[in-house]
């Protein structure tokens, strides 16, 4: 004995942790390979020492365990524990020296003392081609004893990566393989900083060896889980949660309890032989994952309960044949080994008991029959049962609806018998019981007491439960603590203000008077006339006051944090002399300190916090003067509940106090949705339900009644854009009018991700407006240009956070409408008309105004285009400056006459490029293509930035470029985009919905110049083509803000369409890249 000790250096204990910490320090200076005697016997001491460490200190090593101590003898059975690590169940007589302690034990790195082993063997054996899609064979290996005995080792683990490694050309790792090991581990995969694959565990207690890590990383990655790998898997959580409670707590309360939860989970009626869905995890387990339960109730340190325990969910007596021996034979084999007395025994269900509480438990009856009960035998070995308790006692005995002197005599139970199961818990619910049904006896009391202002003091108990709950509302922890302690009393707070809607009283302060308005749910304060909605009075000021004042005062008062001691003793001292309970007091007394405490980053003070209630909701504005803004908010269960309308540039106390009185009234009292204000009705009012298309009413339809009904739909959140169309008169249209549509003013309301946005667009001058918050330039100097589109939205500026806003001024915004220039209209409030997108050059101002009502005001195609007939090229979206910087440009084209040229294009070749776009849309150029440079940089919003150095690093050296091709064949076209970067070739769609149709290889095909192509890349109608390039030249830095949108762009073929160099190499001349 005394040897073992000496080989681990270390004194006689029973501390595990302190056992394997020697043992890791001791076999690093005895290497299998190069003192494997020392090795042997310090392993054989090793293994003794983990024996004599489990076993209980009171017996000699080689005795049985005896039950646990918490949990009495549930029946007469004879206790005959077999040594905790019996050999027959637990190693192979030919590896008993190189097996190591399954899950905790130091990692041997060695794997040469793990060649021999059962696992290792049947994996050599079986890891060959034909297994590798056996799901069957790996799933009976990794639940095998042998592996589930080593699986943590390191060194047991390389051997395995050694193998995979040596039969690598023979047999890669196959799907079934990756799957178990997946499986076996609980792993799930992730991509570490550097992209590398890496893999953790869901299991509790487990760690992923490096070898096993390193195994995965260079294997292909796995398959999507079966609904059978996930009932194996949750089979294994189920089974390293078991062994980390063996380990750790113990079979207390707590883990018997656990070990119910887990064996219900593999019951009969949950063994499935085929899950199908991977949601019917929980309730559902495949017949392999008993083995693991097998394995561990065959070498866990189990008490006399956990085998009583599995004995009685299964009904082990009576599995002898069928099914249930197929199943639970096993485990029935070893309940008997460990335990043979239940054999014999028959479990106890005490019906006779349960009889009896049904009928004196609810009621209060005559206290003998109650006594009689708990002095009955059966009553008591009840009691003592951890299996009636769990599921009886636990769970239905102890309530508020239980008569007090039952309760009474079932606490007096388990104080006589601590030990007994879950006796602390039971004793802990049933203190909680007393104490509500005291406290629900206080609530009763308090709501009929009487109620009037003669009432009004903080020596009548109801009325101090009305003050502390709605004198604080910003104070979160005190409204938890009294919604359950002291609850707000409607009934008695409805009878005070029965009578009165508010009631006024006066304290003195520093000379002056504040005067407090009560309201049922706020108190108002008020000194010098002025409203006084910011805490201001310090912890020295309150000290001068006396008791009452100091109460009347305390919501204005504000703390600092190094203040929190001194001010808790002061209010304790003070509400200990009010109608407050005793137990109350300390808590109250720290909940409101910390609620009145100001933190230190705030440095101008608390918020002004202003209220307003409408019948039993309580509403409130709070301005922060560091930050100068506003916002709404509504208290419910103690929180604020924000509203999303934020109000900025609120620079003084004085406007927020007057902003936050005016913006509370219209949120209790919203302006109505009226129309009726228009003096003209629109022509046209164009509607977008969500999830649906664009309807449209017009003529003697559109009525005040019909757009108030729009407005409100639109204000529920019902319809995502909203467009009311003028007709303008006919004096004010100074431009031609516009081919196929008329020329309008159109009022447009949107809807985005619950934002709100005004636009308001004017053909006849081709500008747009936008309502914005501030009377602030919005954008940069006016030569500058813009892209307009959806990935880069209107300013913020022009967004509200809800349409609360925008419908206090409804009729100030409809007014917009009979003014010619909207930057005349008066200022609404806050808010500004304002010219959005400005600094256009008059040249080009048509093109741009198109793309905006398209891109900002989602205008239909057919509602805003641009003529085929007009000019396009470049320099109507780029200044000089760009031009400059594209230098680089090259434009080819090939006429119907043969001719072919390629030129490159500078800052003074516009004219040849709008000639040669104009010349195709004629039939005279039949071919032309536009290809420029690009950067990196705008696409890093598409690309992960691992995907995008790697295509960086396939064009290095070469030129990075984005090209446009337009091919002409008769009166049809085709525009083809290809982007270097993303190595894409991409066809504009021409009809959206037969793309969206097209499945698999059967799509309408057609031909064009000679050969066969979808026919919804054909277009016929140059209009939508034309209007497109102006997108897509608006957008020449990063194309794939355009090409990227759903439906708009298709491959040449839904199948086997060919790769981008091919494409490529059609139409832009030969660049060769590096595909390795």
């Known amino acids: 004995m005394s040897d073992l000790w000496s080989l681990l250096q270390i004194p006689p204990t029973q501390d595990l942790d302190a056992i394997k910490q020697a043992y890791a320090q001791q076999s690093r200076l005895h290497h299998p390979e190069e003192d494997p005697e020392g090795f042997q016997r310090l392993r054989a001491a090793y293994q003794e020492a983990l024996k004599l460490a489990r076993q209980p200190a009171a017996k000699a090593p080689p005795a049985p365990v005896s039950p646990e101590p918490q949990t009495p003898p549930i029946s007469p059975l004879e206790w005959e524990a077999p040594p905790i690590w019996p050999e027959e169940e637990t190693f192979s007589k030919d590896t008993e020296d190189t097996v190591v302690d399954f899950f905790f034990s130091p990692q041997t790195s060695d794997r040469d003392a793990f060649r021999t082993c059962e696992a290792f063997q049947a994996f050599s054996k079986g890891y060959v081609k034909e297994n590798q899609k056996n799901w069957k064979f790996w799933m009976e290996y990794v639940t095998s004893p042998d592996f589930l005995t080593v699986s943590q080792e390191e060194g047991f683990c390389a051997l395995l990566l050694e193998t995979v490694q040596e039969r690598q050309e023979t047999c890669p790792p196959g799907p079934a393989f990756v799957k178990s090991l997946f499986t076996a581990y609980c792993l799930s995969e992730f991509r570490d900083d550097q992209w590398q694959r890496c893999f953790r565990t869901n299991a509790a207690g487990l760690t992923v060896p490096n070898a096993l890590?390193?195994?995965?990383?260079?294997?292909?990655?796995?398959?999507?889980?079966?609904?059978?790998?996930?009932?194996?898997?949750?089979?294994f959580l189920n089974y390293y949660h078991l062994r980390s409670i063996d380990e750790g707590i113990g079979w207390n309360d707590q883990g018997l309890h656990a070990l119910q939860n887990v064996l219900d989970r593999f019951s009969s009626a949950y063994i499935k032989d085929n899950c199908p869905d991977r949601?019917?995890?929980?309730?559902?387990?495949?017949?392999?994952?008993?083995r693991l339960l097998n394995h561990f109730f065959a070498t866990a340190h189990l008490t006399q309960t956990c085998y009583e325990i599995a004995w009685n969910t299964y009904g082990l007596q009576q599995v002898l044949m069928g099914r249930s021996q197929i199943l639970y034979g096993t485990l029935r084999q070893l309940c008997l080994e460990r335990c043979p007395a239940l054999a014999a025994g028959k479990q106890e269900r005490f019906p006779e008991v349960t009889k009896a509480y049904n009928l004196l438990a609810y009621e209060e009856k005559h206290p003998d029959e109650v006594d009689a009960l708990f002095d009955r035998e059966d009553t008591q070995r009840a009691l003592l049962n951890w299996s009636y308790v769990e599921h009886n006692?636990?769970?239905?005995?102890?309530?508020?609806?239980?008569?007090?002197h039952f309760l009474q005599r079932l606490r007096a139970f388990y104080e006589a018998h601590p030990d007994a199961p879950y006796a602390s818990a039971i004793l802990n619910e049933i203190q909680w019981v007393i104490t509500q049904k005291q406290q629900m006896d206080v609530d009763r009391e308090d709501a009929l007491a009487p109620a009037g202002p003669e009432r009004i003091s903080?020596?009548?108990?109801?009325?101090?439960?009305?003050?502390?709950?709605v004198a604080f509302p910003l104070c979160r922890t005190l409204h938890h603590y009294l919604e359950q302690n002291l609850p707000y009393s409607p009934e008695w707070s409805g009878r005070l203000f029965s009578a009165a809607p508010t009631y006024t009283h006066t304290v003195p302060l520093d000379g002056d008077m504040v005067e407090l308005v009560l309201f049922p749910h706020h108190i108002e304060y008020s000194l010098q006339g002025r409203e006084r909605c910011r805490p201001f009075l310090t912890l020295s000021q309150l000290q001068e006051l006396n008791g009452d004042t100091v109460l009347w005062l305390l919501p204005l008062a504000v703390f600092r944090p190094d203040q929190q001691e001194e001010a808790t003793r002061f209010l304790s001292d003070l509400l200990a002399q009010t109608a407050l309970p005793q137990p109350h007091v300390l808590p109250v007394t720290q909940a409101l300190v910390g609620g009145l405490t100001l933190p230190e980053e705030e440095e101008s003070g608390a918020p002004l916090t202003l209220f307003q209630e409408a019948g039993d909701t309580l509403y409130g504005a709070q301005w922060w003067p560091d930050d100068q803004e506003m916002q709404l908010f509504q208290m419910q269960d103690g929180a604020m509940l924000y509203r999303p309308d934020l109000y900025e540039n609120v620079t003084s106390e004085e406007e927020a106090l007057s902003l936050g009185r005016e913006l509370l009234s219209q949120l209790i009292a919203p302006p109505p949705l009226d129309c009726s204000s228009l003096t003209h009705l629109p022509e046209h009012v164009y509607f977008w339900p969500n999830r649906s298309c664009e309807e449209e009413i017009s003529g003697e339809n559109v009525t005040v009644p019909a757009l108030n009904g729009l407005f409100e739909q639109f204000a529920g959140g019902e319809l995502s854009r909203l467009e009311l169309a003028f007709d303008p008169p006919v004096w004010d249209i100074k431009y031609e009018a516009f081919p196929g549509y008329p020329c309008r003013r159109s009022l447009v309301f949107l809807c985005k991700d619950g934002r709100v946005a005004c636009l308001y667009f004017d053909d006849t001058t081709q500008f747009f407006y936008a309502l914005r918050r501030e009377n602030q330039n919005i954008g940069p100097e006016k030569t500058a240009f813009f892209n307009l589109t959806e990935d880069k939205p209107l300013p913020e500026l022009c967004w509200f956070d809800s349409f609360f806003s925008l419908q206090c001024h409804l009729k100030d915004i409809l007014s917009v409408s009979t003014l010619r220039d909207p930057k005349k209209a008066p200022p609404t409030g806050r808010y500004f008309w304002a010219e959005s997108w400005g600094g256009v050059y008059r040249a080009n101002l048509r093109v741009k105004y198109m793309l905006a009502k398209r891109e900002v005001g989602q205008f239909h195609l057919e509602r805003a285009y641009v003529p085929v007939e007009v000019p396009l090229g470049p320099e109507a979206f780029s200044g000089g400056d760009e031009l400059s910087r594209r230098s680089s440009l090259e434009l080819e084209w090939y006429t119907d006459t043969g001719e072919h040229q390629i030129r490159p294009i500078g800052p003074y070749d516009n004219a040849l490029v709008k000639q040669?776009?104009?010349?195709?849309?004629?039939?005279?150029?039949?071919?032309?293509?536009?290809?420029?440079p690009v950067f990196p940089a705008p696409y890093r919003a598409h690309l992960a930035p691992d995907v995008l150095e790697a295509k960086l690093k396939r064009w290095e050296g070469k030129p990075l470029q984005s090209h446009i091709v337009l091919l002409r064949d008769g009166n049809a076209a085709m525009l083809l985009c290809l982007q270097d970067l993303l190595q894409q070739a991409e066809y504009f769609v021409a009809d959206y919905w037969t793309y969206l149709d097209v499945e698999g290889k059967k799509y309408p095909k057609g031909t064009f110049l000679g050969k066969t192509v979808p026919t919804y890349l054909i277009h016929t109608d140059f209009v939508p083509l034309r209007n497109q390039l102006d997108l897509m030249l608006d957008h020449m830095d990063c194309l794939a803000d355009v090409t990227h949108r759903f439906g708009t762009f298709a491959d040449e073929k839904p199948v086997k369409a060919r790769d981008y160099e091919t494409i490529r190499r059609e139409f832009v001349p030969e660049v060769s890249v590096d595909e390795s």
């Open 458 to 469: 903080f020596t009548c108990r109801p009325f101090l439960r009305h003050w502390l709950n």
């Open 916 to 932: 040669t776009f104009a010349q195709f849309f004629q039939g005279q150029v039949v071919r032309m293509r536009l290809s420029w």
């Open 279 to 290: 949601r019917m995890t929980e309730t559902a387990r495949h017949p392999l994952g008993l």
């Open 393 to 404: 006692v636990k769970n239905h005995w102890v309530g508020p609806y239980r008569s007090p």
């Open 213 to 235: 890590s390193e195994l995965l990383a260079s294997a292909p990655p796995q398959k999507q889980l079966t609904g059978n790998d996930y009932a194996m898997q949750a089979a």
